[in-house]
């Protein structure tokens, strides 16, 4: 199963994509995180439905520090999971 998300809120800045980054990883699920241009984070994740459900109610509760006001959740075609890799972050450097 293929999740994206769009979280908006105060998210960027506040560490919220390394705190996407443990989750994810700590949930063995594949994919990325990165900060868009208008100030969200985006999510691509792969992986179970249970651990993709873990990590949607980790992204609405947000990390220490960031306010999240809403999680734009769309389910992508199983083939997108080909191009993922282990969860990593994008942009980070």
Do not use: C
């Amino acid at each position: 199963m293929v999740r994206h998300y769009l979280v908006k809120g105060r998210v960027q800045g506040v560490g919220f994509r390394w705190f996407v980054h443990r989750e994810a990883a700590a949930l063995r699920l594949s994919g990325w995180v990165r900060n868009t241009e208008d100030g969200h984070v985006e999510v691509v994740a792969a992986g179970e439905p249970e651990e993709l459900s873990q990590l949607s109610q980790a992204l609405h509760k947000g990390s220490r520090g960031s306010r999240v006001d809403s999680v734009v959740e769309h389910l992508l075609e199983e083939q997108e999971a080909a191009k993922l890799g282990p969860f990593q972050i994008e942009g980070a450097w």
